[in-house]
T-cell receptor, first 113, second 115 residues
């Protein structure tokens, strides 16, 4: 059973608008969450992270929100740019783990000019 | 470049053969990880090295898979008696591991195809 779920395989957004990518998790032992971005034929690159002691972390156009009671996090990109078109992976890490990240299946974001 | 380097970028092998996949981490990174990404899935953890030793190999699917990092830098993932189900992109990542949850820096992966 998947512990990290990204239920939307794809998302299409107009340039300049907000992109919202969602992620749900089932394991209450997860205490650190990350978003990675992946272009075709490249490895994932780290985008932004959040600790479970926070509910929001912002870095430029990217903001991650964490709702622990709902076991839900989201990544907001605003304004969206065509260069943001990629697959976005949500990942989680549990207490006591060292780099054993549990990834979701990813959401393919397409930003149309 | 100073990123994680993986060779070969593509490997095609016949079922039953042995393969080795190489990873050169970022210089100075003590932690090294192997992940596997199958089609339509997210990366799946295989093994984690801290220095020369495997600190967590709980993700290795069976004893056909083995990884080494003899000098604490380059790592090799070895797969014996390959099966078609082993076809995937094998990703290597490294991190300085000075702080827990240091972001992982991934290489571009080796695409393994078992025919």
């Amino acid at each position: 059973d998947q512990q990290v779920k990204q239920n939307s395989p794809s998302l299409s957004v107009q340039e300049g608008r907000i992109s919202i990518l969602n992620c749900d998790y089932t394991n209450s032992m997860f205490d650190y969450f990350l978003w990675y971005k992946k272009y075709p034929a490249e490895g994932p690159t780290f985008l932004i992270s959040i600790s479970s002691i926070k509910d929001k972390n912002e870095d430029g156009r990217f903001t991650v929100f964490l709702n622990k009671s709902a076991k839900h996090l989201s990544l907001h990109i605003v304004p969206s740019q065509p260069g943001d078109s990629a697959v976005y992976f949500c990942a989680a890490s549990g207490r006591g783990s060292q780099g054993n990240l549990i990834f979701g299946k990813g959401t393919k974001l397409s930003v149309k000019p | 470049g100073a990123g994680v380097s993986q060779t070969p970028s593509n490997k095609v092998t016949e079922k039953g053969k042995y393969v080795e996949l190489r990873c050169d981490p970022i210089s100075g990174h003590t932690a090294l990880y192997w992940y596997r990404q199958s089609l339509g899935q997210g990366p799946e953890f295989l093994i984690y090295f801290q220095g020369t030793g495997a600190a967590d190999d709980s993700g290795l699917p069976n004893d056909r898979f083995f990884a080494v990092r003899p000098e604490g830098s380059v790592s090799t993932l070895k797969i014996q008696r390959t099966e078609r189900g082993d076809s995937a992109v094998y990703l290597c990542a490294s991190s300085p591991q000075t702080v827990r949850n240091s972001p992982l820096h991934f290489g571009n992966g080796t695409r393994l195809t078992v025919t």
